[in-house]
């Protein structure tokens, strides 16, 4: 059964689409957040950051000028440490993970290990398919179902956006898509205008709609208008565990994304695009909080 947080999350400021403001920030969300779960609570937490980490771990094996991803919890000396200690453990195998690399998923150290070890080292875009194909793999086996569920979706999202893109411009995208081996086969073969999809996949029709918008900044905040709703919908039910609280981290996140481009600009966007949906076509079943059934 899951722990209960009744205090810290009855403490938590409501968060709202349109805020152009935070009250809370991630930084100290995170700091109370640390007190108040238990450590495999916060684990999970800190999951949520992992594809932002990946980034910066690709960025720092293949000297890319980028460094650390802005999402990232660990700077990039962290990394860099890291990887001078699996390019060590590569040529003595006995030797001992050091207690901050413990949590890193195995996935990580025999990917890059891998990497690290060739003579002449393999294309960046196979490295990244490589650790991301990984990660969704090991994430949909998570134990935690927020987390599982969440990434789950996220690759959903990502592979049909990767489908509609590469068809748009003709580009070979099936390389690059993740997730449920069923929906990447059907992506990858399908010729179909709906990619064979059909209105069986709402997810898919939901994507369709934002994607037909013209204003690249405008379908971006569509994207995080339908994250947002899948979180509202999921946690319906969940009050006070730790499946409320990733999913408010979750929210926090998309807020910050948005403030730090222009948050004038993201009310502006979030209220013009919600009225280009709602006009345009109805959220499917799924996103219906009153048809949630748990």
């Not at 709202?16 to 935070?22: C, H, I, N, Q, S």
Request: hydrophobic share 40%; aromatic share 16%.
């Amino acid at each position: 059964m899951n722990q209960e947080y009744f205090y810290f999350i009855s403490g938590l400021p409501n968060l709202a689409f349109e805020d152009t403001k935070l009250s809370y920030s991630m930084e100290q969300f995170r700091t109370d957040a640390k007190a108040q779960l238990s450590a495999s609570d916060y684990e999970c937490l800190e999951l949520l950051h992992l594809t932002a980490e990946l980034d910066t771990i690709l960025n720092t094996v293949y000297n890319n000028e980028k460094g650390a991803h802005s999402e990232g919890l660990y700077p990039q000396e962290y990394w860099v440490e890291y990887l001078d200690f699996l390019r060590n453990k590569t040529e003595n195998n006995s030797l001992a993970t050091p207690d901050i690399f413990k949590h890193i998923p195995d996935f990580i150290s025999t990917i890059i290990a891998n990497v690290l070890v060739q003579e002449e080292i393999q294309p960046f875009l196979k490295t990244e398919s490589e650790l991301l194909n990984a990660f969704y793999q090991w994430a949909l086996t998570h134990n935690n179902d927020f987390i599982s569920k969440w990434f789950a979706y996220d690759a959903h999202m990502r592979s049909i956006l990767s489908a509609i893109n590469g068809r748009k411009f003709e580009l070979p995208y099936a390389p690059y898509l993740i997730g449920n081996i069923d929906l990447v086969d059907t992506l990858a073969k399908s010729h179909a205008a709906d990619f064979g999809l059909g209105k069986e996949d709402e997810l898919f029709e939901s994507l369709n709609r934002v994607y037909e918008q013209n204003n690249l900044l405008y379908r971006e905040r569509g994207y995080d208008i339908l994250r947002w709703k899948w979180i509202d919908n999921y946690n319906f039910f969940n009050y006070f565990n730790i499946n409320r609280v990733l999913g408010y981290y979750c929210k926090l996140r998309i807020l910050n994304r948005w403030m730090k481009a222009d948050p004038n600009i993201g009310k502006e966007v979030f209220n013009d695009t919600l009225t280009a949906m709602e006009n345009s076509f109805s959220f499917p079943e799924e996103f219906n909080i009153k048809s949630v059934r748990k």
